[in-house]
């Protein structure tokens, strides 16, 4: 079965409060559930991954025909063009998220899904309305805590 998972991530500053939305689809059942999430600190990049990594979880079989669509060049380049296996064999040196990324490539060998990059703010309806989550989420008054982010900033002040 194909699933259409949209994906978009916000940040207040950067760093600063931010927030992810997720918009998963079943087309052929005409289905669709929203998700969204909002930290206190961290940053837009780890918000784009920490989306699909989110909607990536929530899958229940590996068994389907999975279609990521995001507008970050961050996320969609690192598969599409490779950019993780130059991670991989220089041993993660210089790059940022590296929890992240691990969690992703867990998931990703997982459920394979096929990774599109589609222009933000472009009218796209399910991109802008992970737009409205992620701001709304990164808005709200409930926000979780980054750890590994947060725990990075700190030690760096030493």
């Known amino acids: 079965m194909r699933i259409d998972i949209y ?11 931010g927030g992810y939305g997720i918009v998963m689809r079943v087309p052929e059942k005409n289905y669709q559930k929203t998700f969204s999430k909002g930290f206190r600190k961290t940053t837009n990049n780890r918000m784009e991954l920490l989306a699909v990594i989110n909607a990536l ?8 025909d999975i279609h990521v669509f995001t507008d970050s060049k961050y ?7 490779n950019w993780i296996a130059g991670w991989i064999k ?3 040196k210089n790059v940022k998220n590296p929890d992240l990324w691990k969690k992703f490539i ?3 060998n997982i459920h394979k899904p096929k990774m599109h990059w589609i ?27 980054d750890a590994y982010f947060e725990s990075l900033e700190n030690n760096s002040l030493f």
């Open 7 to 17: 994906t978009d991530g916000a940040c207040s500053g950067n760093p600063g409060k």
């Open 106 to 108: 867990e998931l990703y």
């Open 90 to 92: 220089r041993g993660w």
């Open 75 to 81: 996320v969609s380049d690192a598969i599409n063009q």
């Open 57 to 64: 979880e929530k899958l229940k079989s590996p068994d389907n």
């Open 119 to 145: 222009k933000g703010h472009a009218g796209h309806f399910e991109n802008e309305l992970c737009d409205k989550l992620a701001v709304a989420a990164a808005a709200s008054d409930n926000l979780e805590i």
